[in-house]
């Protein structure tokens, strides 16, 4: 199995209560990384710069597409406290620009802005599944260099599932959270999955399915959401069923958590996400709506 990632990667200052801790980090190694665990041959689309420790990539064997810049690689400031964090932009490299790439499964994931309208487009002409975190495309920044979410206009029709937080989802549709992922779905979104904390949804057809992640001690949350939906995008395309898929993008988000880890060292193995993946199924809600 193949999997197509486009995304920056990047280099985290994380600050939690007195620690700081600098990272590499960013969706395209935490989303290739996962993947790696579900034994997925990665191609990523990314630019870093010469400060960014490449052969950690390629020592997971992912194949970079291009990635060479000579701007820096781009840099995040996060302080984090509980769930909530703030987020300041440091700088940015070089956008991604578009490569074909044949893949099983696609995956775009920007962080703050590096994947153009006119790239995406043409990405989407591509996937056969096309999973989208549009995190970076909501993405905006002040002269301080803080980062908050803003709403676009980009076209999100024809991808196959969309992830987005609940103050994300805000930026894209209007009304409850049911209302939000119905107007999502309406633009041809096949799964729509939204999170609010420890509460997992997923809209599929009429029907609503949750899961609830355990209520414990958070420490470091960074890329737990890329972590998520690569399990998820995984799960799909090796088992073809949405329930499986949630289980283990809730099993894999919760084992990261639960390793109380920093950055990327809290990617968890396959096996523990498969334990986590069978304590859920059995816990999965549905409604209809």
Known sequence: ???????????????????????????GCYCGIMARQFNFDVSLATRIG????????TQSKINLIHPESQKNTTRFSIEISGTEREIYLENKCDDITYEKIDADCHMVSPVCGEISAETF?????????LLVD??????????????????????FSGISAI??????????AN???????????KRGIKYVLLTNKKEVSLLVKDKVYSITLPNKKIHDTTGVGDIFCSAFCCTMIKERDFLWALC??????????????VGLQKIPKKGTIQTNASYFYNLVKFRDL
Do not use: W
């Open 1 to 27: 199995m193949r999997a197509a990632i486009y995304s920056h990667c990047t280099v985290d200052t994380i600050s939690i209560g007195d620690s700081r801790y600098e990272q590499i980090g960013g969706s």
């Open 248 to 261: 283990f993008a809730g099993g894999a988000a919760q084992a990261a958590l639960d390793s109380s880890n």
């Open 163 to 172: 992830k987005v937080s609940l103050e994300e989802s805000c930026q894209l």
């Open 50 to 57: 010469p400060d960014f420790p490449v052969q950690y990539l």
């Open 121 to 129: 487009k043409k990405i989407k002409s591509d996937a056969s599944f």
């Open 134 to 155: 549009p995190q970076g495309f909501l993405r905006g920044v002040d002269l301080q260099g803080h980062v908050s979410l803003r709403k676009t206009d980009l076209d």
């Open 175 to 185: 009304g409850t959270n049911d209302e939000m992922m119905v107007q999502l779905q």
